[in-house]
């Protein structure tokens, strides 16, 4: 297994367009979560599931944002009509419950122009 | 005010120093601490993992909680160039839970 993996790795888009982005956790991780980063700052939560039970959103997740993670494997996060306040990068971490250590993708950088 | 608190230094110290980084925090209800390791332009790393006070120790790296004084450190002994990264505290309140995170601090390790 080689981690947690994110697609794409940068994306630059026009205001008010859509954007998706996929994760693919560590195998058998029951746990992912969704973070945000911008420059000069930590990872903020966004949101997280629990199979394919998304459990908990947070309050900067407005409603251009929704996850899914459809069985329980990889999840996608999408933003509709982009604005350039949601340049950031979106970070993917997995765990097994229980474990206490979450794993992060790389993370896919967004730019909107 | 800021759930967690770091100092975003830079800071830069001598090859084979030892180095402290430390955060404080407000909410006492936090539990699990960790610290992570970000090189530019990647994922954090999970570096080190305490549940509720005392030490731990891992090699070079020795993690420290005082939950009296709402106040974590990692020392980093013998710090080496391939170290200087940004050090990102991290606090759960349970288990297996959204992680608050500090803002980061820089370091710079000089050969």
């Known amino acids: 297994d080689t981690g947690v993996s994110q697609d794409p790795r940068h994306k630059i888009t026009k205001r008010g367009q859509n954007v998706t982005f996929r994760c693919d956790p560590i195998?058998?991780?029951?746990?992912l979560y969704w973070y945000r980063q911008t420059l000069g700052q930590g990872p903020e939560f966004l949101t997280y599931?629990?199979?394919?039970?998304?459990?908990?959103k947070s309050r900067l997740l407005s409603d251009r944002f929704s996850a899914e993670r459809p069985k329980g494997s990889f999840s996608t996060l999408e933003i509709q009509r982009t604005e350039q306040g949601d340049s950031a990068m979106y970070l993917c971490?997995?765990?097994?419950?229980?474990?206490?250590?979450?794993?992060f993708g790389p993370g896919t950088r967004l730019t909107v122009l | 005010q800021k759930e967690v608190e770091q100092d975003p230094g830079p800071l830069s110290v001598p090859e084979g120093a030892i180095v402290s980084l430390n955060c404080t925090y407000s909410?006492?209800?936090?539990?699990?601490f960790m610290w992570y390791r970000q090189y530019s332009r990647k994922g954090p790393e999970l570096l080190m993992y305490?549940?509720?006070?005392g030490n731990k120790e891992d090699g070079r790296f020795t993690a420290q909680v005082d939950k009296s004084s709402k106040y974590i450190s990692l020392f980093i002994r013998d710090s080496q160039p391939s170290d200087s990264a940004t050090y990102l505290c991290?606090?759960?309140?349970?288990?297996?839970?959204?992680?608050?995170f500090g803002s980061g601090t820089r370091l710079l390790v000089r050969p």
């Open positions: 305490t549940y509720s006070s």
């Open positions: 909410n006492s209800a936090f539990q699990y």
């Open positions: 195998s058998e991780h029951n746990r």
């Open positions: 991290a606090m759960s309140m349970d288990s297996s839970y959204k992680l608050i």
């Open positions: 971490a997995s765990e097994e419950t229980g474990a206490n250590e979450q794993f």
């Open positions: 599931f629990q199979n394919e039970a998304q459990l908990e």
